[in-house]
Nanobody, 125 residues
Framework: QVQLVESGGGLVQAGGSLRLSCAAS????????MGWFRQAPGKEREFVAAISRSGGFTYSEDSVKGRFTISRDNAKSTVYLQMNSLKPEDTAVYYCAAARGWGFGATEGRSYDSWGSGTQVTVSP
């Protein structure tokens, strides 16, 4: 399995921006499709965005479209989540995940084989 470590979370005011990074190690990063998920207090984990192993395909959940952008740098074994125009409802722990193939679809957590430990994002009003 690939090991994943997220960074870049923090406290930001509404309307601000953050860029999350997820560094991978242990396996060939370019062989993995990647995703970002989040979990707010008292809520279930939800899909945020996904990117194919080549970076040629991306998909985002409706509530973040136009605000969040997923990208990857295979040479650096890193996937990013650029988050702009942040809202208080974006407050959550954000997790990156790696899939050897989206067998159940890119938005399904069960498609992913490895998960990071998460990074907290807090958006104040």
């Amino acid at each position: 399995q690939v090991q994943l470590v997220e960074s870049g979370g923090g406290l930001v005011q509404a309307g601000g921006s953050l860029r999350l990074s997820c560094a991978a190690s242990g396996r060939t990063f370019s062989r993995y499709d990647m995703g970002w998920f989040r979990q707010a207090p008292g809520k279930e984990r939800e899909f945020v965005a996904a990117i194919s192993r080549s970076g040629g395909f991306t998909y985002s959940e409706d509530s973040v479209k136009g605000r969040f952008t997923i990208s990857r740098d295979n040479a650096k074994s890193t996937v990013y989540l650029q988050m702009n125009s942040l809202k208080p409802e974006d407050t959550a722990v954000y997790y990156c995940a790696a899939a050897r193939g989206w067998g159940f679809g890119a938005t399904e957590g069960r498609s992913y084989d490895s998960w990071g430990s998460g990074t907290q994002v807090t958006v104040s009003p």
